[in-house]
Nanobody, 129 residues
Framework: QVQLVESGGGLVQAGGSLRLSCAAS????????RGWFRQVPGKEREFVAR????????AYADSVKGRFTMSRDNAKNTVYLQMNSLKPDDTGVYYC??????????????????????WGQGTQVTVSS
């Protein structure tokens, strides 16, 4: 069983920073892509960022570009999301996700939730104005 465990959420004022972590554990696990999504009540889960495990290349939603940075630690099988200059619109539950090679090969775009096989339980981020 593969588990993704997020941590690092919390309450912060606008303009502040938070760093989220997502550690993978369980059976021998490798993924092509790891992603971060966020969701607020009544809205669909939306893409935030992704990292390609093989080369560390990243991609971001336009709404977070220049403010958020995703990185990885291969030895710890962990990804991070450094969030700076936070805005109230960044409020939501943040989810970590990982795909399998099979799902990667399906051709589904990395910014769609259906691309990912595994999900964490989510961590709440609240940005006050």
């Amino acid at each position: 069983q593969v588990q993704l465990v997020e941590s690092g959420g919390g309450l912060v004022q606008a303009g502040g920073s938070l760093r989220l972590s997502c550690a993978a554990s369980g059976r021998t696990f490798s993924s092509v892509t790891r992603g971060w999504f966020r969701q607020v009540p009544g809205k669909e889960r939306e893409f935030v960022a992704r990292i390609r495990w093989s080369d560390g290349s990243t991609a971001y939603a336009d709404s977070v570009k220049g403010r958020f940075t995703m990185s990885r630690d291969n030895a710890k099988n962990t990804v991070y999301l450094q969030m700076n200059s936070l805005k109230p619109d960044d409020t939501g539950v943040y989810y970590c996700a990982a795909d399998s090679f099979a799902r990667y090969s399906s051709g589904i775009s990395y910014y769609l939730p259906s691309r990912y096989d595994y999900w964490g339980q989510g961590t709440q981020v609240t940005v006050s104005s």
